[in-house]
């Protein structure tokens, strides 16, 4: 796998990890049939990304990134389609999640 491939199925996972937790709120505590099964379904399709970057980039590195900027888009879909706005400490814990990502993608090391 070259360099870029990891990355690319972790925003993979991202993306549906995200997805999932919409759905997940969509389902209200999983009693309707249809988001519970689009929210079972996009969490199998985030895991599979997420074993394929892990073939690459060590786990630690791997879930750190992964959680974060899954906490961040999640954060900004509540924005967008809830109308929940975060407050300024809020955003100052979100922006250091994502300084943290960086951190420890650029600095964490990879073996």
């Not at 892990?54 to 791997?62: C, D, F, H, R």
């Amino acid at each position: 796998m070259n360099l870029v491939t990891p990355y690319l199925f972790l925003l993979f996972a991202v993306l549906f990890g995200t997805l999932s937790n919409n759905f997940a709120k969509s389902a209200e505590g999983f009693s309707l049939i249809v988001p519970s099964l689009l929210s079972a379904l996009t969490i199998i399709l985030c895991m599979y990304g997420l074993s394929n970057v892990m073939k690459s980039i060590p786990i630690g590195i791997t879930y750190a990134s992964f959680a974060g900027l899954c906490i961040v888009a999640t954060s900004m879909v509540g924005v967008f389609k809830y109308a929940q706005m975060p407050n300024f400490f809020t955003m100052i814990g979100l922006i250091l999640i994502v300084v943290g990502v960086v951190i420890v993608n650029l600095f964490g090391g990879s073996d």
